[in-house]
């Protein structure tokens, strides 16, 4: 099965931190990704990586920065923390493989990160 | 303009009973694909169902099936039978187009809360 693993389930930051969210993925997917999810708004892309460090900016990439320095690791970072980026972080990863054929993401647990 | 609309923010459902949850899409890329996914309240995304856009018949897994209207532009989940652990989050996504290194992107769609009762 694969296994994509978020470091935190739960956050509590304080506004102004630096946050690192770290996905780890053990099916040596070349594509990854970080999304965020708010009630009402649905998946929203922030960054992904099509490999090992090289990466594009999905819809809403301001605030948040990404690494890939090794391609079963992409982690997200919050430069400086504000409280309206309280919300829950997916991460996800892909083979890149046909793109007739199905080739589903799969997803992390989720962190729930909140800025106080 | 979003590429995915679920219009349907909550959905119930008697147990045992069939569901219908609406999914539309807007893209000009021929060649797309058109995801399922389950979010219970443990946080996972757990993948259901894939049709492509060249694919002739309406994918099926187990209860769930997927109503391809291409000319519509819609891709409706049918659940037949709803249980009660199928009450969750669902959101459909699509992939279209070709972006750096070969990969694409699903975009998804808000979702719909589906609460099926005994």
């Known amino acids: 099965d694969v296994k994509v693993t978020q470091s935190s389930r739960y956050l509590v930051k304080r506004t102004g931190e630096k946050v690192f969210l770290e996905c780890v993925q053990d099916m040596d997917h070349e594509n990854m990704f970080w999304y965020r999810q708010d009630p009402g708004l649905g998946l929203r892309l922030i960054y992904f990586s099509y490999d090992v460090k090289m990466k594009e900016k999905g819809d809403i990439p301001e605030g948040y920065s990404v690494s890939r320095e090794k391609k079963e690791r992409f982690s997200l970072i919050l430069e400086s923390a504000s409280t309206n980026q309280t919300s829950m972080y997916l991460c996800?990863?892909?083979?890149?493989?046909?793109?007739?054929?199905?080739?589903?993401?799969?997803f992390g647990q989720g962190t729930r990160l909140t800025v106080v | 303009a979003q590429k995915i609309t679920q219009t349907q923010p909550g959905m119930f459902v008697q147990e045992k009973e069939a569901v219908t949850l609406d999914c539309t899409y807007d893209?000009?890329?021929?060649?797309?694909?058109l995801f399922w996914y389950k979010q219970p309240s443990s946080g996972e995304m757990i993948f259901l169902i894939y049709q492509g856009s060249y694919d002739q018949q309406n994918a099926t897994e187990g209860r769930y099936s997927l109503n391809f209207q291409k000319a519509r532009k819609s891709a409706n989940l049918v659940i037949s039978a709803s249980q009660l652990g199928d009450s969750a989050m669902y959101f459909c996504?699509?992939?279209?187009?070709?972006?750096?290194?070969?990969?694409?992107?699903?975009?998804f769609g808000r979702g719909t809360s589906l609460i099926v009762h005994p």
């Open positions: 996800a990863s892909r083979v890149t493989g046909d793109p007739r054929m199905n080739t589903e993401a799969f």
């Open positions: 996504a699509m992939r279209e187009g070709i972006r750096a290194g070969g990969s694409y992107i699903p975009t």
């Open positions: 893209t000009s890329d021929p060649s797309y694909g």
